[in-house]
């Protein structure tokens, strides 16, 4: 990752290459190279994560006062860029990058005290509990009735596309306890513990073949009002504070580090070839506007969350179709043991890819809001 560093950050880095050389093991290294999604198997991730957490560095953009290391916007950047090149795993995303700040933001003191330090060492394992049969990036339309019971809610209905449903421990949710008024204006954030009674769990088949989504259902599952996130019937302004954190994000390191791989290869044709270098200008702009919106130039952090997921997804997207195209036939498996392991899962991640253009609210309308906070 070549970024412009000013001369007092050459020490950080130098750190973290240091780190990383000495704790990020081959094992690790291997099991990163053949993931086939960003949601890697907790299996892989928190091991990471408890190596990361000793050292303070397991959420490097959450405040100091929370658990985070008190690193600028450049720093984040740069180690994040650095665990790219050294080939570093990436950790779940639900609890540190989306459900953390949110608690942060509107959780109270002993939610943050009970749920923040156990989010950062990895003892709970998040998932999100948004979309549902008929309310997928419409989440107004959900239905999961969540009906107050003294100091209970009784939830009833079924969330779809979990993402590691199967291995979370805990859930934040959002539920329906209204129906007047807006669709939106009905709806509250909870945060439930996946062993609860009542709550089972479905898996769902990839088109790659794999588990990783899944549909959970609640029967009469009791959460205790205490576990709600904000006000009741206030959970959409929760949720969008979720998804800005969702949306947005360092996409240019990543996808930085996959084309670089990809133009290690012998690639013989000049299509591909020229495609691959239209491909590494294009990162480039999106690094440049990651490095804007991290100065805070121009724009909110909305804007930003917009144009960073519609540009960096589909770049992802390009990105996976030429490593099909790269592999040809040995795209899909490690069979014949001489195939490099980034194109052997060539095909399974162009699969999962296709989901990144529709979830966190689809690009259609990324662009609806990018075009409604520019032109009015």
């Known amino acids: 990752m070549d970024i412009a560093l000013e001369p007092d950050l050459h020490a950080f880095r130098d750190m973290v290459r240091a780190f990383l050389a000495e704790h990020l093991t081959e094992e690790l290294r291997r099991a990163a190279e053949r993931a086939t999604s960003v949601f ?15 050292r303070g560095w397991a959420a490097p953009d959450w405040p100091e006062r929370f658990g985070g290391p008190g690193w600028s916007e450049i ?7 650095e665990c790219v090149a050294a080939g570093a795993p990436n950790l779940a995303p639900m609890g540190l990058k989306m459900v953390a700040p949110v608690i942060m933001h509107y959780g109270s003191p002993d939610q943050q005290a009970h ?7 990895g003892e709970d394992y998040w998932c999100q509990g948004f979309s549902e049969p008929g309310a997928g990036s419409d989440l107004g339309r959900l239905q999961l009735r969540a009906v107050r019971d003294g100091t209970d809610y009784v939830l009833n209905g079924s969330k779809i596309w979990t993402t590691h449903a199967h291995f979370a421990n805990r859930m934040f949710c959002l539920v329906r306890t209204s129906n007047e008024g807006k669709p939106q204006a009905g709806i509250s954030f909870l945060l439930l513990d996946m062993q609860s009674p009542g709550i089972s769990v479905e898996p769902i088949r ?6 990783e989504l899944n549909q959970v259902f609640f029967d009469d599952v009791r959460v205790p009002v205490a576990n709600r996130l904000g006000e009741e019937n206030d959970g959409w302004s929760v949720a969008k504070h979720l998804l800005t954190f969702e949306r947005g994000g360092k996409y240019a390191p990543t996808l930085m580090g996959q084309l670089r791989r990809l133009r290690g290869h012998d690639v013989p044709d000049p299509v591909i070839r020229a495609r691959l270098d239209r491909e590494a200008v294009t990162l480039r702009a999106l690094q440049a506007l990651e490095m804007k919106a991290m100065r805070g130039l121009g724009g909110g952090a909305a804007l930003y969350a917009s144009a960073l997921k519609l540009f960096g997804t589909e770049a992802a997207q390009r990105i996976d179709t030429l490593a099909c195209e790269i592999a040809g036939p040995a795209a899909w498996s490690e069979a014949d043991g001489h195939t490099p392991p980034s194109l ?8 999962n890819g296709r989901a990144a253009t529709i979830y966190a609210g689809s690009n259609e309308i990324q662009r609806d809001l990018i075009a409604r906070q520019i032109l009015g």
């Open 40 to 54: 890697i198997d907790p299996a892989i991730s928190l091991p990471w994560q408890h190596i990361l957490h000793a």
């Open 75 to 81: 720093e984040r950047y740069v180690f994040a860029a």
């Open 115 to 121: 749920y923040l330090p156990r989010i950062l060492s």
């Open 206 to 211: 990839t088109l790659a073949g794999e588990h």
């Open 344 to 351: 052997a899962v060539a095909v399974p991640r162009y699969l």
